[in-house]
């Protein structure tokens, strides 16, 4: 929707991408007035950019660029610049859509090529939902889930937790497909069953879903869905837990533990105050890293790790036993 935040977002990103194609250093301060925005929204959006490449997730395939001592460093070139594009009905049809929102007017020479290419393959596109033959995995879960949210109609996906090894099957009712912090996910319903006693909202993450088989079962989507979902609650009204990491830790940065400020003392330790919207997420990522962080406040968070630590411990004895 033009004027929403979203979409001035998305114009900064677009427009930013010309400054960054040839690898070098770049002012934020020069950066962030070409872009008409202040140094903190700009690192933002370079951090964003960071996430963002020409296909399937790959470090080998994303903008590369990182924020460093005031400066937009660029370590790459742009990813893709050297390939054709091609572009599948739906694929063609969504990104006529973004485009769109970030003002691209619909009689335009991109705007037609695209509708081009959606109208050619109007056959290919109506069968894609069906089956997703021909996509690649990302984008099939995502055209399977978007035509299940669609249509209004249940689904069977199979879906990872995070610190999970093995992945469970649920029958979810997908509400809405969004894009929050570099990643896309799917709120949905998940239905109880005699194997999940509870069902109720859930957040998935489209990375950790195996699969997605539509059923010929049919619901009603909620009628207070708000237009735009984040993944996550604003970091700044969040309650922090001040965890110190020893100084050898690695993955001590934004993208690991959003929302974090971390401060290096002379011992070569890192004191983070890490925001938090439940115990359990930051208990498990705490105690995943045992031996090298160590949680000093709140005491809740505190006992949260020693929770998760024994029922650890719990679970490895048993697989020994």
Same mark, same amino acid.
Not at 42 to 64: F, I, K, M, N, Y
Not at 180 to 185: E, I, L, P, V
Not at 237 to 253: H, Q, Y
């Given at each position: 929707?033009?004027?929403?935040?979203?979409?001035?977002?998305?114009?900064?990103?677009?427009?930013?991408?010309?400054?960054?194609?040839?690898?070098?250093?770049?002012?934020?301060?020069? @950066?962030?007035?070409?872009?008409?925005?202040?140094? !903190?929204?700009?690192? /933002?959006?370079? =951090? %964003? $950019?960071?996430? &963002? +490449?020409?296909?399937?997730?790959?470090?080998?395939?994303?903008?590369?660029?990182?924020?460093?001592?005031?400066?937009?460093?660029?370590?790459?070139?742009?990813?893709? @610049?050297?390939?054709?594009?091609?572009?599948?009905? !739906?694929?063609?049809? /969504?990104?006529? =859509? %973004? $485009?769109?929102? &970030? +003002?691209?007017?619909?009689?335009?020479?991109?705007?037609?090529?695209?509708?081009?290419?959606?109208?050619?393959?109007?056959?290919?596109?109506?069968?894609?939902?069906?089956?997703?033959?021909?996509?690649?995995?990302?984008?099939?879960?995502?055209?399977?889930?978007?035509?299940?949210?669609?249509?209004?109609?249940?689904?069977?996906?199979?879906?990872?937790?995070?610190?999970?090894?093995?992945?469970?099957?649920?029958?979810?009712?997908?509400?809405?497909?969004?894009?929050?912090?570099?990643?896309?996910?799917?709120?949905?319903?998940?239905?109880?069953?005699?194997?999940?006693?509870?069902?109720?909202?859930?957040?998935?993450?489209?990375?950790?879903?195996?699969?997605?088989?539509?059923?010929?079962?049919?619901?009603?989507?909620?009628?207070?869905?708000?237009?735009?979902?984040?993944?996550?609650?604003?970091?700044?009204?969040?309650?922090?837990?001040?965890?110190?990491?020893?100084?050898?830790?690695?993955?001590?940065?934004?993208?690991?533990?959003?929302?974090?400020?971390?401060?290096?003392?002379?011992?070569?330790?890192?004191?983070?105050?890490?925001?938090?919207?439940?115990?359990?997420?930051?208990?498990?990522?705490?105690?995943?890293?045992?031996?090298?962080?160590?949680?000093?406040?709140?005491?809740?968070?505190?006992?949260?790790?020693?929770?998760?630590?024994?029922?650890?411990?719990?679970?490895?004895?048993?697989?020994?036993?």
């Amino acid at each position: 929707m033009p004027g929403s935040p979203s979409a001035e977002r998305a114009r900064r990103l677009l427009a930013l991408l010309p400054h960054l194609s040839r690898p070098g250093r770049r002012s934020l301060r020069d @950066l962030a007035a070409l872009s008409n925005t202040d140094e !903190a929204t700009l690192a /933002a959006d370079l =951090t %964003a $950019l960071s996430l &963002c +490449g020409a296909g399937d997730p790959d470090p080998e395939d994303l903008v590369a660029v990182y924020v460093e001592d005031g400066s937009a460093v660029v370590f790459g070139e742009l990813p893709a @610049l050297g390939r054709p594009v091609r572009l599948t009905p !739906a694929e063609s049809r /969504a990104l006529s =859509t %973004a $485009l769109e929102a &970030c +003002g691209l007017p619909p009689g335009s020479e991109l705007a037609r090529r695209l509708a081009g290419i959606a109208g050619d393959g109007e056959t290919e596109a109506a069968s894609a939902p069906a089956d997703g033959a021909g996509l690649s995995d990302s984008v099939r879960m995502h055209v399977l889930l978007a035509a299940c949210a669609s249509a209004h109609r249940a689904a069977l996906v199979t879906y990872t937790r995070l610190g999970t090894a093995t992945a469970e099957e649920r029958t979810v009712h997908p509400w809405r497909l969004f894009f929050s912090r570099g990643t896309w996910y799917l709120r949905a319903w998940a239905v109880a069953d005699e194997e999940h006693p509870i069902g109720g909202e859930r957040t998935l993450r489209l990375d950790r879903i195996g699969s997605v088989t539509p059923t010929s079962g049919t619901f009603e989507p909620p009628v207070d869905l708000p237009d735009e979902i984040d993944a996550a609650p604003d970091p700044d009204v969040l309650p922090r837990a001040e965890i110190v990491f020893s100084r050898d830790t690695l993955d001590l940065d934004e993208r690991s533990w959003p929302g974090s400020t971390f401060v290096r003392s002379e011992d070569g330790t890192v004191v983070a105050h890490v925001p938090y919207a439940g115990t359990r997420w930051i208990a498990r990522k705490v105690a995943a890293k045992l031996g090298s962080a160590v949680v000093t406040a709140p005491a809740d968070v505190r006992e949260a790790v020693r929770s998760v630590a024994a029922d650890e411990s719990a679970r490895a004895a048993a697989v020994d036993g």
